[in-house]
């Protein structure tokens, strides 16, 4: 069965500073790989995705992604962040043995001081 | 405006008490999920359907029922409430089966409390 690690479960940060969370996976097959974002009081939504192709993912509000199949990893980056960057951020892994149902990792909660 | 929702969004509710947590979605979307999560940490996946009359259980057990007897619905059941019941139940559908283009859209959560 994968799993999900997510190596911080807190970050905080100065506006205009760059981020960097960590996601690792262990499965050795094709995986699909996911990040969510939930800000305060809103849904899960999602951030971005990879399937396959390019390597680096770029997804919403200048988010990006970068998968490293041999280190199994996922990172989420993002160079200037905002205040409104604040949120709990959710990494992701489908693989189709599992039947495409998602395994979460335990999600960074990132504060981003004005 | 498709969308996925749910009801009630807070529940304070005593000891052996039978609850369901309401999930609705516009989307016509046939796989719909159940998670539940702890705060600061991982979601689980507890229930999921692919279509009417499917159910199946997810990977962390669960003593929670659900059905699927209308594609937009997918309701889930605590026959007898306790406290280790006291978590955040997320609801989420998907729109293609098998497909590595599965992405999931998620309701707003309930949150349950068992006195």
């Known amino acids: 069965a994968q799993s999900v690690s997510q190596h911080n479960h807190h970050v905080i940060l100065s506006e205009a500073a760059s981020l960097e969370l960590g996601c690792n996976y262990s499965?050795?097959?094709?995986?699909?790989l996911f990040w969510y974002v939930q800000y305060p009081g809103q849904h899960l939504q999602l951030l971005l995705k990879?399937?396959?192709?390019?390597?680096l993912v770029k997804g919403i509000k200048g988010f990006e992604a970068e998968f490293i199949k041999s280190k199994f990893s996922f990172n989420l980056r993002k160079p200037s962040v905002q205040w409104s960057d604040t949120a709990e951020y959710f990494c992701?892994?489908?693989?189709?043995?599992?039947?495409?149902?998602?395994?979460f990792g335990g999600g960074t909660r990132v504060l981003v001081k004005p | 405006e498709a969308d996925i929702y749910q009801t009630p969004r807070y529940l304070v509710i005593g000891t052996g008490k039978k609850i369901t947590l309401e999930c609705s979605q516009t989307m016509g979307h046939d796989k719909m999920y159940w998670y539940q999560q702890d705060p600061g940490m991982e979601l689980h996946l507890i229930h999921y359907?692919?279509?009417?009359?499917?159910?199946e259980k997810g990977d962390l057990s669960s003593e929670s029922t659900v059905s699927r007897i209308r594609t937009e619905h997918f309701p889930l059941t605590l026959e007898s409430a306790r406290p280790s019941h006291t978590s955040q139940y997320l609801c989420a559908s998907s729109t293609i089966r098998d497909s590595p283009t599965d992405t999931q859209y998620f309701g707003p959560g309930t949150r349950l409390t068992v006195l």
């Open positions: 992701a892994v489908n693989t189709k043995t599992a039947g495409n149902k998602l395994t």
């Open positions: 499965y050795g097959g094709t995986v699909n």
């Open positions: 990879y399937f396959s192709g390019d390597p």
């Open positions: 359907s692919y279509g009417v009359n499917s159910t």
